[in-house]
């Protein structure tokens, strides 16, 4: 008779654990996670990606941030080695582009990541270093680190220099119908 | 009286659903991922790459395969719409590269995406047109429709192709020490 009431107490604890646990990852994603825009308004859905993404492709997979996490500004900063041929190849020919993907985000359902429902962000331009002693080079600092706390601990002697992607075109596919028409201007000030 | 063994009934199924569930899912990642090769081996850790991944940037961010679950042979295999214009590029410049990373497989742990010891691989080479009609043909559709079935579905008069990338150049980022020596050779045909 106890060791009924022993199981009932044991599967409360157990089944209050289990949904915690389960609350608790779901909560941690969505506090990361702010809603997709409407597909109608593609400056919103491509900030958003830009926003809501931590790591991308600038020819390797590298990560980046656009400012402090949900304040971002649109232009993605990066923290790239100079052993590293990315930031090579940038002081010779800067000439780059920078892809994102909702696919990365998880929000994509049982779409196929090329699925045109499945938002898709390619920026091009310029990547550009940024002097670390500038207020932009304090901004490209304070947005990577926050969204990459590792980074603080990076070790000295490998030379790592900030970067910016000098956006000069987008290339934004979102629902059916092509890319979306989308220029610079509407990009980095977009309608609130 | 009755209603504690119906709280007790109720609890059971309860637990009993939500670690199924969780099982479940657990099971699934573990079916599409094959555990992570040494370090010290370049060229699997290169295959083991594209061959669990099922999305990477080719400029945009597309679908791809390189073969059956668990099967493939390193090459990827791309199926594009003439509309786009990752398609109509490669037709004008062939010239291409793509990326894939240990970070959209979720084996990274806790590390940052641009740590060395988040693997990640650059193939770069010449985007080529597959003959839909040809064995290789086959083998492309094989390869990507088993990986991708909503690409059956896809709407004809969008005029999908296959292409393949004819790997010239291998960049694989895993562990420490910059990237890895690996020749297209010891990708293609890695010792078992």
């Known amino acids: 008779m106890g060791s009924k009431w022993e199981v009932s107490v044991f599967l409360y604890v157990l089944v209050f654990v289990v949904i915690e646990a389960s609350i608790g990852a779901q909560a941690a994603r969505r506090a990361l996670l702010q809603p997709k825009p409407d597909p109608a ?6 900030r958003w990606l830009v926003s809501q993404n931590f790591w ?15 304040k971002g500004q649109g232009i993605p900063y990066f923290y790239l080695t100079n052993l590293d041929v990315t930031a090579r190849n940038a002081m010779k020919d800067a000439r780059s582009s920078f892809a994102v993907s909702e696919i990365a985000l998880g929000s994509c359902g049982k779409a ?5 429902t499945c ?10 270093l940024v002097d670390k002693n500038s207020k932009e080079g304090e901004f490209a600092k304070a947005a990577l680190f ?3 706390p590792e980074m603080k601990g990076w070790p000295n002697d490998h030379d790592f220099l900030f970067f910016k992607l000098e956006i000069e075109n987008l290339f934004l596919i979102d629902w059916f119908g092509g890319a979306k028409p989308l220029t610079v201007e509407q990009y980095l000030h977009p309608r609130k």
Chains 1, 2 share one sequence.
């Open 56 to 70: 991308g492709t600038l020819r390797h997979v590298v990560s980046f941030s656009d400012g402090l996490p949900n």
């Open 112 to 116: 196929d990541p090329q699925n045109p």
């Open 41 to 46: 308004d593609a400056a919103a859905t491509a």
């Open 146 to 148: 926050s969204k990459h």
């Open 119 to 128: 938002a898709k962000l390619t920026l091009s331009g310029k990547l550009k």
